[in-house]
């Protein structure tokens, strides 16, 4: 597959994804746990059906230390017994912040279950990293950005 759009040779695209880049860079330096957001973004990428999101964030998951069996259960979470509470209701409120066009919201009782396990810090980054992978995994759908090549790391 060949992407429509590079990213690098379109200046316009190149200033958006600096701003969004800094904005990304709030996240990963807040108390949120590193492994919840890998989480996270894979499974926001795995329903919007982004392969160059979900390539770059199950390597990224691997190279930080995620378990291999952590990242092939993700897409089934509910039935699996490797995540924590808080981990489920992190994946719980992506799901549900993700899927927005079904048309039921987020819940009042995914948003409960997650200021169990969060602070409001931690649900503020949690909100924003929802919100931040969706637009990552928009720009790439739209453009086709082809997956496989990526190296963890090699975006910084």
């Given at each position: 597959?060949?992407?429509?759009?590079?990213?690098?040779?379109?200046?316009?695209?190149?200033?958006?994804?600096?701003?969004?880049?800094?904005?990304?860079?709030?996240?990963?330096?807040?108390?949120?746990?590193?492994?919840?957001?890998?989480?996270?973004?894979?499974?926001?990428?795995?329903?919007?059906?982004?392969?160059?999101?979900?390539?770059?964030?199950?390597?990224?998951?691997?190279?930080?230390?995620?378990?291999?069996?952590?990242?092939?259960?993700?897409?089934?979470?509910?039935?699996?017994?490797?995540?924590?509470?808080?981990?489920?209701?992190?994946?719980?409120?992506?799901?549900q912040g993700t899927r927005l066009a079904d048309g039921a919201g987020v819940s009042d009782d995914?948003?409960?279950?997650?200021?169990?396990?969060?602070?409001?810090?931690?649900?503020?980054?949690?909100?924003?990293?929802?919100?931040?992978?969706?637009?990552?995994?928009?720009?790439?759908?739209?453009?086709?950005?082809?997956?496989?090549?990526?190296?963890?790391?090699?975006?910084?």
């Open positions: 597959m060949e992407a429509r759009l590079s990213y690098f040779g379109n200046p316009l695209a190149m200033t958006f994804a600096k701003y969004i880049n800094s904005a990304g860079k709030a996240v990963t330096d807040s108390a949120l746990p590193a492994a919840t957001q890998e989480l996270v973004k894979i499974r926001a990428s795995q329903i919007n059906g982004c392969s160059a999101c979900t390539d770059m964030h199950t390597k990224d998951a691997v190279h930080a230390g995620e378990s291999q069996v952590r990242i092939n259960l993700v897409a089934a979470w509910r039935e699996a017994t490797v995540f924590t509470d808080a981990e489920r209701a992190a994946l719980e409120l992506t799901e995914a948003w409960a279950h997650a200021a169990k396990h969060y602070d409001e810090e931690q649900l503020a980054a949690l909100v924003c990293l929802i919100a931040l992978i969706n637009t990552y995994n928009r720009i790439n759908v739209i453009t086709r950005q082809p997956a496989g090549d990526y190296q963890p790391g090699q975006w910084g």
